[in-house]
């Protein structure tokens, strides 16, 4: 659902799935990593998600042979890839960003976690013991394009 572009210059990070099937580059800043506790996060990922982020026009992805879309609600997919199950990606018709789980990037060194999300939905068999912000939903997503961009 997605429209992505296919090939770019000047890449500035790059990332992918666990078998190669999949490969991405990001051509400008990353957001922040943000932790989401939703339950459809819980699922996805078999505990919380946690997600960079990076402008839509700005992704490209190298190789997609294996990269499937699910439609997790009526404006929202989930992009994974078919082969090796990795989650890659998660993206909304109605934001000019899409998030990538910070995991599957080659170098995730030197990008800071700076909130919770959606906590109100977080299951009780772990605890949140960091500083970080804690919001009930996710009404802060999104701040990092809109507000300092
Ligand atoms: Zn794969
Ligand atoms: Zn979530």
Redesign the pocket.
């Known amino acids: 659902m997605a429209n992505l572009k296919t090939s770019s210059a000047n890449t500035k990070c790059s990332g992918g799935c666990l078998c190669g099937a999949v490969r991405y580059e990001v051509v400008g800043p990353l957001r922040p990593v943000v932790y989401?506790?939703?339950?459809?996060?819980?699922r996805t990922t078999g505990h919380?998600?946690a997600a960079t982020a990076a402008a839509k026009d700005e992704l490209v992805i190298a190789s997609d042979a294996y990269l499937c879309w699910f439609a997790s609600s009526e404006s929202t997919s989930r992009g994974f890839c078919g082969r090796c199950g990795s989650n890659l990606f998660?993206v909304s018709e109605a934001e000019d960003y899409i998030c990538i789980m910070v995991g599957s990037l080659d170098d995730p060194g030197g990008i800071q976690a700076v909130e919770h999300?959606?906590v109100d939905?977080k299951p009780d068999y772990y605890q949140l013991n960091d500083d970080l912000p804690k919001h009930p939903g996710?009404d802060s997503l999104g701040y990092w394009f809109r507000g300092s961009r």
């Open positions: 989401c506790h939703c339950s459809q996060c819980r919380f998600l998660w999300v959606f939905d996710g």
